[in-house]
């Protein structure tokens, strides 16, 4: 499949909210307001960790190999890192 200028800011969009519900799983495991440590705890469980990693995992390989049948387009290292820094965002703003 030749990427397009279209299928690549499509993939750039997909790869930007798959991170933003990545980093908004991480942010939704604290749920008082008065608990702002998003990450006490965080090595401490070994299958949210697994999902994590697995959900990054599957999205890096979906954007890097999907192609024709999900209508993605490889991106470079720095679409990658742009995408996941847009994605961080979800932890600042998730917090009252």
């Known amino acids: 499949m030749v990427a397009t200028e279209k299928t690549e800011h499509y993939t750039l969009i997909f790869n930007t909210f798959v991170f933003m519900q990545i980093f908004n799983e991480i942010n939704a ?22 999902i994590v990693i ?11 190999y999907g192609g024709q049948p999900i209508r993605t387009s490889p991106l470079s290292l720095n679409q990658h890192l742009l995408c996941i820094g847009i994605g961080l965002f979800s932890l600042v703003q998730g917090k009252p």
């Open 54 to 64: 697995t959900t990054t995992i599957v999205q890096v390989a979906l954007v890097q």
């Open 29 to 50: 495991r604290k749920l008082r307001n008065d608990e702002y440590n998003v990450f006490a705890g965080f090595l401490n469980n070994f299958l949210f960790l697994g």
